[in-house]
Structures are given as structure tokens and as C-alpha cells.
């Protein structure tokens, strides 16, 4: 009754697992596709915020400020009163085109806004009609997320509405763009934007005081993003805001611990800032000028922002000054990201989350792009990679299987002393140290192996988590067309056949299925003894997991399954090699078997007696 009563509550809380984890996960990482607020609180931040990137209050947005020989010197475009479509916001005049070898877009003339961006190369699906994605999108846009410089003025800042003019009309890698404007002092500013052929934008900042009087300026640069759009952050790979502060990698909040905390400020002096997703990542690279203000804050409603604001300088009448930020706005391509870092922006490829494992995942990422290129299919190339890897680690677990067998060889010895020690357990112990010493045997060396093996797997597990590599990379065409999405072969809608989406854990796909098959061969293949509620747990064990990895990514699951796979044929091997390892096993699982049978008939006796 005791054992029934334990598998019943195992099914139960095995049930409650499959249900907490599909709720967990949606409550805490929700889907980033839901709708985005359209309330910003933008123009509610007064003007001498800590930060100075506040909207100076008082300011009129509907006005031109007019010099007295009639020649605009400021000209403030009105802002729209309410959320506005994307294909208004792009169809706005004042804009000049961005075409660059692997970004496209516009620049907002209103306010100095780097708004709209998108990469060439990646799809925002796998469907053929699909556009690129879309990483910068303008103000008050579904998506929101733009990058914008300007100047502080005698600690103030302007309303951010400011019309720029553009001394051409295409910024590319060859032909860069300065804007400029003057304000009604007769101060000029100038903001000189230059691209190259990856994902790096220059702005060279620039004030000329051609007033009568000095003023005081700093130059800052912001990126401004709405959370609702952000992936979802994760043990495994953050995402969210970060950046590089006194020579450290700094990624501690996600966007909701940011909401609570209002500002983060981290200490140190900033190399870069800015917000990453898994596969993107706009940040703003600090130049050489010192960093009166770089941070983070949260302007509520889902909105928060990067701010880099550099020390006031006091320009004399007739002088000058030049700052330069650089604006990252792209894919996390290791490789990529690795060669900014040797420009010298510090720890850039850390942008990634690596983690402790770095040392070893890049060599993995590295394995897994070069197979991808010799193969020309990624699951082919995860499949081989996970084949190299159990290649390389079999001496260690034929290591493990030899100290096992050994071990079972000693196992009537040992339960020999203990049986004729039983009372005494320091004596005990010191003659099983004994045994062990005389056959040159180490009780932990089987455990060594599984202790070697486990940072390599997380190494290899997080690799294919953080591959952009492996984004809309198919497996097989009419099956898995994206080894970074959810197996699509579902069962309960007729592996795709049936017009309608299985819900979460419900999701079961082939991959799912095999994973759970091959997980329960492996539990069969190495039998153990247990009492009776150990051995339903570990039966239950590969389709609990089952249901928990079907929402993962199918390259996940391929790379699961084969090393499921070549863990069969490891062991079917290692068991040949050692068949007194599996012949001592298959007695244990016998003699238990005959334990239950007896403890069972005494039950039967038992319950008769008392009948009777």
C-alpha cells in the first residue's frame, strides 16, 4: 500500500511539474509579442533630470524661434499628440536615408533620431514574403526604439523636437552625413554620422560658439526602447540593460527589477551601455571624453532608456569642441563583436552572455560554424558536433564503466566487512580503506567522469542557445525549417495538418517523443537496484521531461536525442567490453525483483490470517 500510495503521489507531482513549468514560464518570460503601450511619459520628465535627458519643461513644440533678420535659427516641429502608425512615421520628409552593406533605414531630421533600422541579412520569419527585422522603430511606433544625440545647454536640454538640417541625402559606408543646427544664441551644433560595413554608426558631436558670450555644454547620446518587444530575460542569457563599468561586465537587472529601481547607475567608469536582446543589441560605446552621467532608467510604461551624458565644458566665444560616441545597432555575432572589442571597446564581445564557460564555448561555436559550413545544414553540423564531442569524452567514460565494473567486482568483499564489522563502524571503514588500497581502486572514479562531463554539455547546451547561427536554420525542409523555434510536427494537430496552435507543454513533437523514448532505452539499458519507488520515479522520469523540453528549441532536441542515441550505443559497447558489469546488474534488478515477489507474498499471508 505504501508504494501505491508513493507512485500516486509521484503521477501527481509529476502532473503538477508538466502544469507549473507551462505556467511558470509564461508568467515570468511572457511572450514578447504582446501589444505595446502607447502611453509615454516622455513629455512628463522635467528638464533638469539627474541625467539631463529629460524634455525641458515650458518649452513650446509648436513654435519657430525667429532671428531678427528673419532667418529661422531654431525650428521646433510640434510632436504628434497620441501613437502613430509606422508607415506615417516613415513617410515623414524630414528624413535621410541610411543604405549601408547590412543595415537600411532613415534618420529622424526631428531631434537627431537614429529611428529606423533593419538588417539586411535576417529574416523577421521563415515565411519566403517575410521582411527584414526591424530593430530601431520611431517614437510613439509599436516597438519603439531609437537612439538620439544632442546637447545640453547651461544644464538645460531642449525639447527633442528640434529640426536638424542634413548636408546630404544618403548616409552610407561611403558617404557620410552631417547634421547641424543653431540655436537663437548663435551657437551652431554639428552631429557628423559615418557607418562601416558592419553594424557600427560614428557620431562626431561638435559645438562652434560663434556667439559674444561663453557658454556651457555637454554633449550625450541616449538609446530609448519599449520592454514589450525585448526577449524575454533567462537564467541562461540575459537580456535586458548592460554594459561594461569599470573594466566589468554589468548585467545584474532585468527590465522589471529596472522598473522597480527607477535609475541604475553602476559604478565605474563606463565603456559602453545598452540594452540586448538574444540575437540583437543596440548600445552606445563611450569615446574619449570623461562620463558626467552613464546609465540606466526606467521611464515607466514599459519605456526605459541608456543614457551616456558627458562633463560640461565651457566654450569661449569663437571656440570649439568635438565629442565622438559610437552606436552599435545589430546582430551578436561573436565574431563580429570580438573585432570591436580589438578597437578597444572593452569586453564588447561579452555582450553575449557566456558566462563562466566562455574559454569553451566560443572553441564549440567555433566547431559548430566550421561543420555548417562543410555540411551546409546546422542540424546536420549538431549532430556531427555532438558526435565529436562523445568522441572525445569516451576514454573518460570507458574510464567510468572500468571503475564501475572494478567496484561491482568488490561488492561482496565490502558487504563481507560490514557484516562482520556491523557494530563497530570506525573499524569498519578503516578496513574497507584497506581493500581499496590493496586493489588500487577509487570509489569516486566513476564519478570523476559525470563531474568532467557536466560543465561540457552546459557549455555545449548554452552554445546553441546564444547561436544566431542557428536562427531560421532549417534541419529538413518539409519538417524543421527552424532549429531555433519549437519542434512543429505537434500530435494533436496532426503534425501540422490541423488549423490550429497546441498550447505549451501540450505541444508534444517528434523530436519530444524520441527524446523521451531514447532517455527511457538508457534507463533500461543500465539497470540499477532501487526499492520500488526509486525504479517508478525513474520510469516516470523520461516523459515528464518529455512534456518539459517540447517547447525548447528542435535544435536543442536534436542534440539531446543524438546524444541519447550515441549514449546507447556507448553503453551497448562498454557493456560487452566489461559483461561482469552487466552480469553483476542484471542480478541486483533479479534479486530485487525476487525481494518484491517475497514481501508481497507475505502480505498476501498476512492479509489471509487476518481475514481469517
Request: hydrophobic share 45%.
Amino acid at each position: 500500500m505504501d508504494n501505491q500510495r508513493n507512485l500516486l503521489l509521484a503521477v501527481a507531482l509529476s502532473g503538477l511539474l508538466i502544469l507549473g513549468w507551462d505556467f511558470g514560464m509564461r508568467y515570468f518570460y511572457p511572450q514578447s509579442d504582446a501589444p505595446v503601450s502607447n502611453d509615454v511619459l516622455e513629455a512628463s520628465v522635467p528638464a533638469a533630470t539627474a541625467d539631463g535627458s529629460g524634455t525641458a519643461t515650458g518649452a513650446a513644440t509648436d513654435t519657430a524661434i525667429v532671428s531678427a533678420d528673419g532667418a529661422d535659427q531654431a525650428v521646433v516641429i510640434e510632436a504628434p499628440a497620441g501613437p502613430i502608425d509606422m508607415v506615417t512615421a516613415l513617410a515623414d520628409p524630414n528624413r535621410v536615408a541610411i543604405d549601408a552593406p547590412r543595415l537600411a533605414g532613415s534618420i529622424n531630421l526631428v531631434g537627431a533620431r537614429i529611428d529606423d533600422i533593419v538588417l539586411k541579412d535576417y529574416q523577421e520569419s521563415v515565411d519566403e514574403d517575410s521582411g527584414p527585422v526591424r530593430l530601431f522603430a520611431p517614437e510613439r511606433t509599436d516597438g519603439q526604439h531609437f537612439a538620439e544625440f544632442g546637447f545640453m545647454v547651461g544644464g538645460q536640454r531642449p525639447t527633442g523636437r528640434e529640426l536638424w538640417q542634413a548636408d546630404g541625402e544618403l548616409l552610407s559606408s561611403d558617404t557620410p552625413v552631417t547634421l547641424s543646427r543653431t540655436d537663437a544664441a548663435g551657437v551652431t551644433y554639428n552631429i557628423r554620422l559615418s557607418i562601416d560595413d558592419q553594424f557600427m554608426i560614428t557620431a562626431e558631436q561638435s559645438v562652434q560658439n560663434t556667439s559674444e558670450a561663453a557658454t556651457i555644454v555637454q554633449p550625450f547620446a541616449l538609446i530609448k526602447r519599449t520592454s514589450t518587444t525585448a526577449t524575454p530575460d533567462q537564467f541562461i542569457a540575459h537580456a535586458g540593460p548592460l554594459g561594461v563599468f569599470g573594466g566589468t561586465l554589468e548585467d545584474p537587472h532585468a527590465y522589471h527589477e529596472l522598473a522597480e529601481l527607477g535609475r541604475w547607475t553602476p559604478d565605474g567608469a563606463a565603456s559602453w551601455l545598452g540594452f540586448a536582446d538574444n540575437y540583437w543589441l543596440s548600445a552606445l560605446a563611450k569615446g574619449d571624453g570623461d562620463a558626467d552621467v552613464a546609465g540606466f532608467e526606467s521611464l515607466g510604461d514599459d519605456l526605459f532608456r541608456a543614457v551616456l551624458r558627458y562633463d560640461p565644458q565651457t566654450i569661449a566665444a569663437g571656440g570649439t569642441i568635438t565629442q565622438t560616441t559610437q552606436l552599435f545597432a545589430g546582430a551578436k555575432e561573436s565574431v563580429i563583436l570580438d573585432q570591436y572589442e580589438d578597437t578597444g571597446i572593452t569586453y564588447f564581445g561579452k555582450a553575449i552572455s557566456w558566462g563562466w564557460f566562455e574559454w569553451f564555448e566560443k572553441p564549440l561555436l567555433w566547431l559548430l560554424r566550421t561543420l555548417n559550413n562543410l555540411v551546409g545544414n546546422f542540424g546536420i553540423a549538431i549532430i556531427l558536433l555532438t558526435c565529436i564531442i562523445r568522441g572525445l569524452l569516451f576514454p573518460v567514460a570507458q574510464k567510468q564503466f572500468s571503475s564501475m565494473a572494478q567496484m561491482k567486482a568488490l561488492q561482496p568483499r565490502m558487504k563481507a566487512i560490514q557484516e562482520r564489522y556491523k557494530d563497530d563502524k570506525q573499524q569498519q571503514q578503516q578496513e574497507i580503506m584497506k581493500m581499496y588500497k590493496e586493489e588500487k581502486a577509487n570509489p569516486l572514479a566513476g564519478c570523476l567522469p559525470l563531474i568532467i562531463q557536466i560543465p561540457i554539455f552546459f557549455a555545449l547546451y548554452k552554445v546553441l542557445i546564444l547561436a544566431i547561427e542557428m536562427r531560421h536554420e532549417p534541419f529538413i525542409e518539409f519538417w524543421i525549417k527552424d532549429l531555433s523555434a519549437p519542434d512543429p510536427a505537434k500530435i494533436l494537430n496532426a503534425f501540422g495538418y490541423l488549423p490550429y496552435e497546441v498550447p505549451g507543454f501540450l505541444g508534444i513533437g517528434i523530436l519530444a517523443i524520441l527524446l523521451g523514448v531514447t532517455m527511457w532505452l538508457t534507463f533500461k539499458l543500465n539497470p540499477a537496484a532501487m526499492d520500488p519507488m526509486q525504479q517508478q520515479i525513474f520510469n516516470l522520469m523520461p516523459w515528464i521531461l518529455m512534456f518539459v523540453m517540447a517547447p525548447f528549441a528542435a535544435g536543442l532536441l536534436l542534440y539531446w536525442v543524438t546524444s541519447n542515441v550515441l549514449t546507447l550505443a556507448q553503453q551497448s559497447y562498454l557493456y560487452s567490453k566489461n559483461p561482469q558489469l552487466r552480469a553483476a546488474a542484471q542480478k541486483e534488478k533479479e534479486e530485487a525483483a525476487a525481494k518484491r515477489a517475497r514481501e508481497a507474498a507475505e502480505k498476501a499471508d498476512d492479509a489471509a490470517k487476518d481475514g481469517a
